[in-house]
Every structure is written in structure tokens, then in C-alpha cells.
């Protein structure tokens, strides 16, 4: 695995995708014991959870990381803003491509700062969605080649959920607080996923109800500028 880690960033140089979650600090952690100097590059909604961006920098700091943090433009609550979708009193407007907005356009600006190799911690198992992704093209070998033109590495990309923490545990990494709140919040370990804070492939799952309880301060900030997940608690 390490071997294909410095073969993947010689043939396209590039960065560690770093979301702040468990995946990703295990790739990044494999990533460091081939290339300790590897450019580690930060997507930034807007929208994450405060406890996120506390601990991306402390890691940063504590690990000495080449952290590049690439915001999204407009961000992602101005976006849900300007739809009207989430106001009782608007009309509401077509809605950006979230796809370009969260993904294509940092991700361009990232190959131009850094490189178009990018090696991340999206696992198949995790959904059908992500398997089809390493399987679309019948190759299994955790390489994606994206019409942005990155070319994704996922290292991990066929481990199980419970490997990735037996590694974090074996190396003793300290991972985002996150997850120990939501499961203080009795949220089940499936479901406890680090992505935005207002994520529609996850509203099902009770994530607003979630933050409601563990961050109320920050809920009734965004329910404020967003009305409508008042509804959805």
C-alpha cells in the first residue's frame, strides 16, 4: 500500500484530501510515512461542525502539516440561502450545482496549487454510491480517474469501518471529537458520518435532530437564516 502511495504521488504529484474524518486522517497518517512533507488540502464548506475546524488546526500544528484550505465559493449556507428553498417566505430559485460548488471547482483550484493527484479516504463500503464509483469501469483497484481531472487514490478503499478504527487506535490517533459527541448523543456508529452539517443525503437519518440537541446555539443560527429545518427535527 505504501508503495502505491509514493507511486501515485510521483506519476501525478497532487495532496491529501483531509475532511477531518477518521478515513482521511488514516490516509493521511499513510500518506506522512511515505512522504512526511505531503500537501494536505482542506475543502471547506462554510458549513462544517466548529469542533472540525478546532481540530484540523490543531493537527496541523501538532503534525506540522502543509495545510492548504480551499474554500467553497459562494459557500455552501450561502447557497442553500439564495434558493429560497429553506424560507417559508420565498420563492424558490434554481439551485447551484452543488456537485461544482463542493467538488469540481476546489477541487480545479487544488490541481492548480498542488497537483492533479489526489489520494482520499472514501471507502466502498460505506454506500452504494461509493462502490459503484471504484466499480463503474470493472477496476478494483481504489483508482478513480475524474472528468475534473483528478486522479483519486483511495488507499482504504476496501477496508471496513472497523479496520479503520483498529488503525487509529494501533497508532493512537486522536480523531475529531466529533465522533465521541454524537455518540454521547446516542447516535449509532453507521450513521456517524463527518460531512456538512446540513447534508441532504443524510437528513433521513435524523442529522438535524442531532444538532439541534448537541449544538443549539448553532442551530437556531442556521435555522434562523434557513427556517425550514425547524420542520425537519
Not at 82 to 89: A, F, M, N, P, R
Not at 100 to 110: E, H, M, W
Not at 205 to 230: C, N, V, Y
Request: glycine residues 8%; proline residues 6%.
Amino acid at each position: 500500500m505504501r508503495d502505491r502511495i509514493a507511486d501515485h504521488l510521483d506519476r501525478h504529484d497532487g495532496y491529501v484530501a483531509f475532511s477531518g474524518g477518521k478515513d482521511s486522517l488514516v490516509v493521511l497518517h499513510l500518506a506522512r510515512s511515505v512522504e512526511p512533507d505531503v500537501p494536505v488540502a482542506f475543502f471547506d464548506s462554510g458549513l462544517e461542525y466548529p469542533e472540525t475546524y478546532d481540530y484540523i488546526r490543531e493537527l496541523a500544528t501538532n503534525w506540522h502539516l502543509d495545510l492548504h484550505v480551499i474554500p467553497s465559493v459562494p459557500t455552501l449556507l450561502q447557497v442553500l440561502v439564495d434558493s429560497g428553498l429553506w424560507d417559508h417566505t420565498r420563492t424558490g430559485r434554481p439551485v447551484p450545482d452543488l456537485q461544482r460548488v463542493l467538488i469540481t471547482d476546489p477541487a480545479k483550484r487544488a490541481h492548480e496549487q498542488l497537483g492533479p493527484g489526489e489520494l482520499w479516504g472514501v471507502r466502498a463500503d460505506e454506500s452504494a454510491a461509493r462502490r459503484a464509483l471504484y466499480t463503474r469501469h470493472g477496476r478494483c483497484d481504489g483508482v478513480i480517474a475524474r472528468l475534473d481531472g483528478t486522479i483519486a487514490y483511495g488507499p482504504i478503499w476496501n477496508w471496513s469501518t472497523s479496520e479503520v478504527w483498529g488503525y487509529a487506535a494501533y497508532h493512537h490517533l486522536s480523531v475529531n471529537p466529533v465522533y465521541a459527541k454524537l455518540a454521547a448523543l446516542g447516535v449509532r456508529e453507521e450513521h456517524s458520518r463527518l460531512s456538512h452539517l446540513i447534508d441532504g443525503n443524510h437528513l433521513e437519518r435524523g442529522r438535524l435532530t442531532w444538532l439541534q440537541r448537541g449544538w443549539p446555539t448553532l442551530f437556531e443560527q442556521l435555522a434562523d437564516a434557513l427556517p425550514r429545518i425547524r420542520q425537519m427535527t
